[in-house]
């Protein structure tokens, strides 16, 4: 399941100091872009500079490495939109915005899933680490690309799909909507307009879900209303991401037809429920011939060797109903039903997540006993190791827990979900340096979620480097968007003893960064 978290590692620990990953975190967005995005619609609704920011960043997308991908060029003219430093920039602002909403799903073993989802669609190019694929915890089906490669999924629309290859459709569909610079592309053919002042008209109607009041204070700007047409991606558009997403499907050995088949769905249940998928048709028009003529395409593809459904989807999708539950009773006597189903695959999966709606309910006993089942069953399937590691920890039993983790990932190398819990453990069990190996082990580049940074800075703590310490949790107060407390960490490890020159250097250089990022969320 987690193959894709196998290539690429390094052990060269100076890839993962603070320093090279303050490094890596681009300079800021300019105030005075934020600035007149905020005055436009602040007045509207509560809380509203951190949508907008965010809508502004969804509505620019522009070039991610296209050169890399097998995919048509289309010129470097957007360029003269947003450059890809600063696609980059905004992206990451973006997240940061989502995180400080409180609505992404922080679920390792999820986020591992649909990131290793969006690589296998990307290939094996060297490219594919420059996209960062989310979940967001929100029931409405839709999904989203931000500049710089940063993909968003709804848990509403992992749930909608009715497999994978619809799934894997969907993300394709995006991925594609990034690399062919739809939104930029648009914006460029807006005259009489800069990008900051046509970002800002479009992330207020954006935003506003059709809010006659936001969207009018945007128009009183005297924008031209055209500019409003820019957020809604033309037919063409959606020909050209249909299209070139069949071909990231069949290449990545997905069956193409659920790109087709779940855009059908879509429109059939929109005709009854507007409000399900009011987001997504609302910016991506769906049409009969469109759909028709995806169709088409589609079957033009061998079928040989396609996947439907792996192992994985089943479980996630289990894992997801479990998380959302807000009362398991019911959960319980529907999976009861499932696990004496026909299909092997869909009784394994409602097992497994029978045994999460016993952990949930502290019924640590019948727990392990199931996920020990399972893995007797199914020895090469990382996600019941897991559990039962989580299990044993829940009861207390932590060498047993850590035992558990270390045989899984003997299996499963650099497994990025179970590296963190045996990390955890591993700083549990006063084994700080032994935690530190576990992690280096993983990439470098980048943070799935805050609990990657948190233990690194535990980690730190545990070997008495104090700078490190604070830089660490800076990083994590930053994936929870909790800027204030970032920036204080900031300035904890810019006055600890041992910071060294090249920290300080980067360090200063990310307290900048967070500082103009705090201002604009909290200009008001």
Not at 328 to 333: A, E, K, S
Not at 482 to 492: P, S, T, V
Request: proline share 4%; aromatic share 8%.
């Amino acid at each position: 399941m987690h193959a894709a978290w196998r290539e690429n590692q390094t052990s060269d620990a100076d890839h993962n100091t603070p320093s090279m990953i303050l490094y890596r975190q681009l300079p800021g967005i300019s105030q005075g872009f934020f600035y007149l995005l905020t005055t436009l619609v602040v007045k509207n609704r509560y809380s509203l500079a951190g949508l907008v920011y965010l809508a502004v960043l969804v509505v620019i997308a522009g070039p991610v490495c296209a050169q890399d991908i097998s995919l048509p060029e289309m010129g470097s003219s957007a360029d003269r939109v947003i450059s890809p430093e600063e696609e980059r920039r905004l992206g990451f602002g973006a997240v940061l915005q989502l995180r400080a909403q409180g609505i992404m799903l922080e679920d390792p073993l999820t986020t591992a899933y649909v990131q290793e989802l969006g690589e296998r669609l990307l290939g094996g190019q060297a490219n594919r680490l420059d996209f960062n694929f989310f979940v967001v915890n929100d029931n409405s089906i839709n999904a989203f690309a931000l500049p710089g490669g940063f993909v968003g999924i709804n848990t509403g629309l992992i749930l909608a799909s009715n497999d994978e290859s619809e799934l894997a459709g969907v993300m394709a569909h995006e991925i594609i909507h990034v690399l062919q610079r739809h939104i930029a592309r648009r914006l460029e053919g807006t005259k009489g307009l800069d990008i900051a002042t046509a970002g800002a008209m479009l992330a207020a109607i954006l935003v506003s879900g059709g809010n006659p009041a936001i969207t009018q204070a945007a128009l009183s700007t005297g924008i031209a209303l055209s500019v409003e047409n820019a957020i809604r991606f033309t037919y063409t558009n959606e020909q050209e991401a249909d299209r070139l997403g069949l071909r990231l499907l069949a290449d990545a050995n997905f069956d193409p037809t659920g790109m087709p088949r779940f855009f059908s769905e879509l429109q059939q249940t929109n005709r009854y429920n507007e409000s399900a998928y009011g987001d997504f048709i609302r910016t991506h028009p769906v049409t009969s011939g469109r759909i028709a003529e995806s169709q088409e395409r589609a079957r033009s593809y061998p079928l040989i060797g396609t996947e439907q459904n792996s192992r994985a989807y089943y479980l996630i999708h289990q894992r997801l109903h479990v998380l959302g539950a807000t009362d398991l009773d019911p959960l319980r006597i529907a999976l009861n039903t499932e696990m004496i189903s026909a299909q092997p695959i869909k009784a394994e999966s409602a097992r497994y997540a029978y045994g999460l709606v016993l952990l949930r309910q502290n019924n640590f006993a019948e727990a392990e006993a199931l996920f020990s089942k399972l893995i007797e069953q199914r020895p090469t399937e990382p996600a019941y190791r897991l559990s039962l590691g989580d299990t044993l920890l829940a009861r207390g039993n932590k060498d047993k827990a850590l035992a558990t983790y270390q045989m899984a990932l003997q299996l499963f190398p650099a497994n990025y979900t179970l590296s963190l819990a045996c990390a955890s453990t591993l700083l549990a069990t006063n084994q700080a340096k032994e935690a530190q190996t576990v992690l280096k082990k993983l990439p470098a580049k980048k943070y799935l979620t805050p609990e990657h940074p948190r233990l690194l800075g535990r980690i730190a703590e545990a070997q008495g480097n104090r700078s490190q310490t604070h830089a660490y949790l800076a990083e994590q107060y930053v994936m929870q968007g909790q800027l204030f407390l970032a920036l204080e960490q900031i300035k904890l490890a810019l006055k600890a003893p041992d910071v060294s020159n090249m920290d300080n250097v980067a360090l200063n250089a990310r307290w900048k960064e967070i500082r103009r990022l705090y201002r604009e969320s909290n200009r008001q």
